[in-house]
């Protein structure tokens, strides 16, 4: 059986979106030695940052994902700078990637707009995110629907230095979760629920119940007022059924069956919300009183993963001619 691999970026809040699009996919199926849960720092850098922010959201991350389920004993849990090889093998697939490939990616283009301002490792970053996946011949890699074109990167790159230097990489897809591959923003149901994002649109786990029930009392409607699962034309509607959905487990269009009007349905959304968050909020009050529990747990994920992450990066260099073969 293959492993399973799944990254947080640490900027803004962790949401709902980020929960059922990676964080629940991975933690109901960890199996020792197979799951591999990260927090990306790196990845932090691509954009504007404050040093300050990043080092706090590294540890406050690292914290709601052990707080959501994430187990160091049956997943190797770590946080991405720990581990050199995660840059070390983005060098040698930059050298096996083209530039139009990552020029074309859809999260370039759209924060790339002020060309001067962008930084190099924004046009990069998914070959990082490939090194990532690939360090650890990771067969499976559970996101949501926005990540589609960075796996698809990481499988090109592996076929393609497989096919050019002899098979080093396992050519990973992606897993998307059954419903809630993409939440969408409460206050915009046309724009994808995110961290940086609309803080009256974004479901985040670690806000009270009182600011989950206002912020979903509040979510824009259609028109109209059936409650029916229909994403094109009833975008409101159907994002607020997904969310139900992921919460009970069903399906979206079950979920609308059995609901009355649309006050009904909201509120049922947030009782499902607040049931959802409120463990994983009160584990993390627990956790974060113990920073240095949380250090030591990553510390020994990064020697763990080092042991799978080292091999992989000495397979990649013998291959491309830096070692002798
Ligand atoms: P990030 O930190 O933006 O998001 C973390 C995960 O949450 C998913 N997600 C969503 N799922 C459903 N609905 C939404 N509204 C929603 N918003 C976010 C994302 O798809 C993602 O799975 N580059 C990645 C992190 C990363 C990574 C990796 C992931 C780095 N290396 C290797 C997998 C494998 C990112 O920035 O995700």
Same mark, same amino acid.
């Given at each position: 059986?293959? $492993? /399973?691999?799944?990254?947080?970026?640490?900027?803004?809040?962790?949401?709902?979106?980020? %929960? &059922?699009?990676?964080? @629940?996919? #991975?933690?109901?199926?960890?199996?020792?030695?197979?799951?591999?849960?990260?927090?990306?720092?790196?990845?932090?850098?691509? #954009?504007?940052?404050?040093?300050?922010?990043?080092? $706090?959201?590294?540890?406050? &991350?690292?914290?709601? #994902? #052990?707080?959501?389920?994430?187990?160091?004993?049956?997943?190797? &849990?770590?946080?991405?700078?720990?581990?050199?090889?995660?840059?070390?093998?983005?060098?040698?697939? !930059? *050298?096996?990637?083209?530039?139009?490939?990552?020029?074309?990616?859809?999260? &370039?283009?759209?924060?790339?707009?002020?060309?001067?301002?962008? $930084?190099?490792?924004?046009? =990069? %970053?998914?070959?990082?995110?490939?090194?990532?996946?690939?360090?650890?011949?990771?067969?499976?890699?559970?996101?949501?629907?926005?990540?589609?074109?960075?796996?698809?990167?990481?499988?090109?790159?592996?076929?393609?230095?497989? =096919?050019?230097?002899?098979?080093?990489?396992?050519?990973?897809?992606?897993?998307?979760?059954?419903?809630?591959?993409?939440?969408?923003?409460?206050?915009?149901?046309?724009? @994808?629920?995110?961290?940086?994002?609309?803080?009256?649109? *974004?479901? /985040?786990?670690?806000?009270?119940?009182?600011?989950?029930? /206002?912020?979903?009392?509040?979510?824009?409607?259609?028109?109209?007022?059936?409650?029916?699962?229909? +994403? !094109?034309?009833?975008?409101?509607?159907?994002?607020?059924?997904?969310?139900?959905?992921?919460?009970?487990?069903?399906?979206?269009?079950?979920?609308?069956?059995?609901?009355?009007?649309?006050?009904?349905? @909201?509120?049922?959304?947030?009782?499902?919300?607040?049931? =959802?968050?409120?463990?994983?909020?009160? $584990?993390?009050?627990?956790?974060? !009183?113990?920073? !240095?529990?949380?250090? @030591?747990?990553?510390?020994?994920?990064?020697?763990?993963?080092?042991?799978?992450?080292?091999? =992989?990066?000495?397979?990649?260099? /013998?291959?491309?001619?830096?070692? +002798?073969?």
């Amino acid at each position: 059986m293959s $492993r /399973r691999i799944t990254g947080f970026t640490p900027s803004g809040e962790l949401h709902l979106g980020n %929960y &059922f699009g990676a964080i @629940k996919p #991975l933690v109901d199926q960890q199996i020792p030695d197979r799951s591999i849960v990260f927090v990306s720092d790196l990845h932090a850098l691509t #954009l504007d940052h404050d040093p300050a922010a990043v080092r $706090r959201r590294t540890l406050e &991350f690292a914290t709601v #994902l #052990l707080a959501a389920g994430a187990d160091p004993a049956r997943s190797i &849990f770590l946080v991405q700078s720990h581990v050199p090889e995660h840059t070390e093998l983005h060098y040698l697939l !930059e *050298s096996a990637t083209g530039y139009g490939e990552v020029r074309r990616m859809i999260q &370039f283009k759209e924060k790339s707009r002020d060309s001067d301002r962008v $930084r190099v490792s924004l046009l =990069t %970053y998914p070959v990082l995110m490939a090194a990532d996946i690939l360090l650890y011949q990771a067969g499976e890699v559970p996101v949501g629907e926005d990540q589609r074109q960075h796996v698809e990167l990481a499988r090109d790159i592996a076929e393609r230095f497989n =096919t050019a230097y002899g098979r080093v990489f396992t050519v990973p897809r992606m897993v998307n979760p059954p419903v809630a591959a993409r939440i969408m923003d409460l206050s915009d149901p046309t724009a @994808k629920m995110s961290k940086s994002t609309s803080v009256t649109g *974004s479901l /985040r786990l670690l806000d009270s119940p009182d600011t989950l029930r /206002r912020k979903v009392m509040r979510a824009v409607t259609d028109p109209g007022s059936a409650v029916e699962y229909d +994403p !094109e034309n009833r975008p409101g509607i159907a994002n607020l059924l997904t969310i139900l959905a992921a919460c009970t487990g069903e399906d979206p269009a079950d979920a609308a069956a059995r609901s009355g009007g649309y006050a009904d349905l @909201k509120r049922a959304v947030a009782d499902a919300v607040i049931a =959802t968050t409120d463990p994983i909020r009160h $584990r993390y009050t627990e956790l974060s !009183e113990d920073p !240095e529990s949380v250090r @030591k747990i990553v510390q020994d994920g990064a020697i763990r993963a080092r042991l799978i992450a080292g091999d =992989t990066v000495t397979a990649a260099k /013998r291959a491309i001619g830096l070692l +002798p073969a």
